[in-house]
């Protein structure tokens, strides 16, 4: 089986993958799948500071295997330039004789890692080719009762021993002992800044986003995915100059939720003159469907991994731009009366992300809501959630998944992204100003077209979709908690595995 995308970090390079590149850093070896670009960071005297694997924009511009760039300093586990880097990358950081790795701001490029074996890897499957992986059955019991979709928060992984580096830590090869980097004590990112002017920074945001396309435009890679939810539609307001240039496009799935992007998407597409198309979902053969899990370590098993055949007959061959980490814009997780949370507790944190509460998961979200520091709003933790627990649990391991060499790649995941969401203060996150002022500054005549919903007679089509919009999230999420014992959610793979 080939493994594309994937890389391993030991003692000794892996030679059993044939047409694997290999590099040595210090004590340890470094092997990449073929297809993964190898960059270099060079201090301002010439030394070698850091390699960076896959794929990142940099001041503009879509770096390319070989390419290098300079950077003053090692600090936190990486470039003093990483917050510039936008896309799905992990950067190999030299400090003195030691080596500390460091994942993109969302983990987008997912990091495993056993420290006991002292190995390092793209998913727990190319780490057995090293050594034994033992399944882990708690973590799968812990997790089971909830929604039917699988994939495991916080650093698990299901084996045990192997845990996931998650954003904003930074491992330490001497120590192998994972820690946090940012937010730290004192610093930034601990709340919002009053001083910081909310439209200006939408403004940044939006430039931010802009540039990011732009470098993939220049690139040639010009296919994005439309829905009819918020994340496509701000990378569709950040091409508006290019829009002609581009090729919209969503899949067509035999779901309720899709056939309501695609009814949406195509009035987008309609009313703006778009050129977009809508590709026919493949279904996956058992065995396709199991080469992707396997590729991808068990760590997710949710619908992305049907598309797998889709991904394969459609492959554009180019990175395709995905919303994936607009969510962050739109203050995720966030209830009305979080307003006046000065706390976020354990179980309130479990509730909001849709993770089955009981004493294993309620201990694992203790243990990562006390690796903050002091001064942490409520606001900014649950920024930090989407980040470290949902895209880094899901959206990375699904990396691996797809028999592609180019991955999509989000305009949304840098540092500087990030940190202007965090620094805009809490109520007007909070009251969801965000992404209406961040559409004005883009392209506002896309909001005529509401964001998850039909329009005209439209709506009739989709009135359960009415429904649930008129109801409150706390609401909704309380009724999702109401009805998992009754085990109505099924792990959304079965129609393909029976």
Known sequence: MDY????????????????????????????????????????????????????????????????????????????????????????FSILGEEVLVRPDPAAMMGVVYNAGQQLLASSPTILSLFDEQEPD??????????????????????????????????????????KRVFPLPGGEGRHGNKKVNPEEAVARLGDIIRRNIKALLDDGHCIAQLTGGRDSRIVLAACRDWHQQMQFQTVVLDQYSCRLDCHIAADIADHFDLNYRQLP??????????????????????????????????????????????????????????????????????????????????????????????????????????AEIRAAGWAGPTLYGHELSLPSISPFNSGEYYRE??????????????IPALMDYLWPELREIPFNRARGLGKFRFLRQEIRLSMPIHVRDRIKRLIQPIGLYKNPLRRYLT
């Open 137 to 178: 059955p708690e973590v799968r019991r812990a997790l089971s009762g909830g929604k039917g979709e699988v994939w495991f928060p916080m650093g698990l992984t299901p084996y045990l021993g192997v845990k996931r580096l998650l954003p904003n830590h930074t491992l330490p090869l001497n120590s192998w002992a994972a």
């Open 281 to 386: 979902f493949i279904k996956p053969s058992k065995e396709e469907l199991g080469a992707w899990l396997h590729r991808v370590g068990y760590c997710v098993e949710d619908t992305v991994a049907a598309m797998c055949a889709t991904a394969r007959i459609h492959d554009s061959h180019s990175h395709e731009l995905t919303g994936t980490c607009g969510e962050a814009l739109r203050a995720p997780y966030w209830y009305s009366r979080d307003a006046k949370l000065d706390v976020l507790s354990a179980e309130g944190l479990l509730e909001r992300m849709g993770i089955v509460a009981n004493p294993y998961t309620v201990s694992l979200a203790e243990k990562w809501l006390a690796s903050f520091p002091a001064g942490m709003s409520v606001g900014n933790i649950l920024e930090f959630a989407y």
């Open 421 to 434: 969401i965090l620094a805009i203060c809490e109520g007007y996150r909070g009251a969801k100003k965000v």
């Open 4 to 91: 594309p995308k994937q890389f391993a970090l030991a003692s000794r390079p892996l030679n059993q993958l044939p047409g694997w590149k290999h590099c040595q850093l210090r004590d340890w070896w470094l092997s990449v799948a073929r297809d993964v670009p190898i960059l270099k960071v060079f201090n301002e005297r010439g030394a070698l500071i850091s390699m960076i694997i896959g794929w990142a924009i940099f001041r503009g511009r879509l770096l390319h295997d070989g390419d290098s760039i300079t950077s003053q300093l090692t600090r936190h586990g990486a470039p003093d330039i990483f917050d510039e880097l936008c896309g799905r990358f992990v950067c």
